[in-house]
């Protein structure tokens, strides 16, 4: 079972990190959906063992429209646009990474404690309509 600490933290340590290379200028980084902590832990065993979670799909997409957004600002950075790369990052952290890290204490309350009520369709549709869906 993924350890949600650590995986909220490898989240803002990826974010620390992407600061970084737009500082330092560099857009050499790994930026796969599947090897970050998070991806391993969805795509291995995540997905199936918590697919009764209605959460656990918002989670996989908003972890994949992270990696999107990451990929266009490591671009941005390639194409030397320092400033749209760091604009697009804020963006990034007030849009995915909130919803993230979220999803991630919403799915970890239902994981630990499996007798709780079931999800409020208010709090999905509000998840939902953070997405835009």
């Not at 803002?12 to 290379?21: A, C, P, T, Y």
């Not at 309350?109 to 499996?114: F, G, L, T, V």
């Amino acid at each position: 079972m993924i350890k949600f600490s650590s995986a909220r933290e490898a989240h803002l340590n990826w974010l620390s990190k992407l600061e970084l290379l737009i500082k330092a200028k560099a857009y050499s980084f790994n930026n796969s959906e599947t090897t970050c902590e998070l991806g391993i832990w969805l795509y291995s065993c995540g997905l199936k063992k918590y697919n009764n979670i209605a959460e656990m799909a918002l989670l996989e997409s908003v972890h994949r429209s992270f990696h999107k957004s990451v990929a266009s600002i490591l671009e941005l950075i390639k194409q030397e646009k320092y400033s749209d790369a760091e604009n697009l990052l804020q963006k990034v952290k007030e849009n995915e990474s909130c919803q993230l890290l979220s999803l991630i204490a919403i799915i970890e309350k239902k994981i630990s404690a499996p007798q709780t009520i079931p999800p409020k369709d208010a709090e999905v549709r509000h998840l939902l309509s953070m997405l835009g869906q």
